[in-house]
């Protein structure tokens, strides 16, 4: 597609539902990366991929929380048992390649509300 | 370990006026550096990007931003701030094949 896409746009679900939110990076790019941005706290890095794997999972806040990319595209993020402080905007970027040299292009996020 | 820090949460700006949002970082050798925008429920967007050469970059909308490496900053600067201008701004640095570190951002806004 033309750009990242992520799905839902905006997601409430229930404390102790789990929830899944899909990424469809850029064709072509190798490079996927997720990114939480909750309240005044800016982007916290979750995990990236390159192609299937993922080197760095060293932002995963806890074992609730797990990714995987299929085919070198999409990425699901799941959260288990979602808690109330796992409310935020979950960002997808991709990039052509590994690493900072690349200019990473972002989604408009996924907004999810535990309630 | 990389860090970002913006040290200015919200800043108001009259239209027309001038601006300069502060960026520092902490790195051990040059490290790349971004600002990106995010408008209201809007992705982020990059605005401008520094990796080596000129330490004067420019980037889209009007934007500029210099890297002083003795300060370890790269401030974001516009001559003239427009309305549309307000939003969600993001110093980012990154380096070799780590994933881009985020400073915590600086609300904009712009008044009449």
């Known amino acids: 597609g033309a750009g990242v896409s992520q799905s839902p746009s905006n997601k409430v679900t229930e404390k102790g539902k789990d929830v899944e939110l899909r990424c469809d990076p850029i064709s072509g790019h190798t490079a996927l990366y997720w990114y939480r941005q909750s309240l005044g706290q800016g982007l916290e890095f979750l995990i990236y991929f390159q192609g299937n794997s993922a080197p760095d999972k060293s932002g995963l806040p806890s074992d609730r929380f797990s990714a995987e990319r299929t085919g070198g595209s999409v990425s699901t993020l799941t959260i288990q048992r979602t808690q109330q402080e796992d409310s935020a905007v979950y960002l997808c970027?991709?990039?052509?390649?590994?690493?900072?040299?690349?200019?990473?292009?972002f989604g408009e996020g996924s907004w999810l509300t535990v309630v | 370990a990389q860090s970002v820090t913006q040290p200015d949460i919200h800043i108001t700006v009259s239209e027309g006026a001038s601006l300069e949002l502060r960026c520092n970082y902490s790195y051990g050798a040059t490290p790349y550096l971004f600002w990106y925008v995010q408008s209201p429920g809007q992705g982020l967007q990059l605005l401008l990007k520094y990796f080596s050469g000129d330490t004067l970059v420019q980037g889209i909308k009007g934007f500029e931003a210099e890297f002083k490496r003795s300060q370890s900053s790269f401030n974001l600067r516009k001559p003239s701030v427009h309305w549309s201008d307000a939003a969600e701004y993001f110093c980012?640095?990154?380096?070799?094949?780590?994933?881009?570190?985020f400073g915590k951002g600086t609300r904009l806004s712009v008044i009449a």
């Open positions: 970027a991709s990039s052509r390649g590994q690493g900072a040299g690349n200019t990473i292009y």
């Open positions: 980012a640095v990154g380096a070799g094949n780590t994933p881009l570190v």
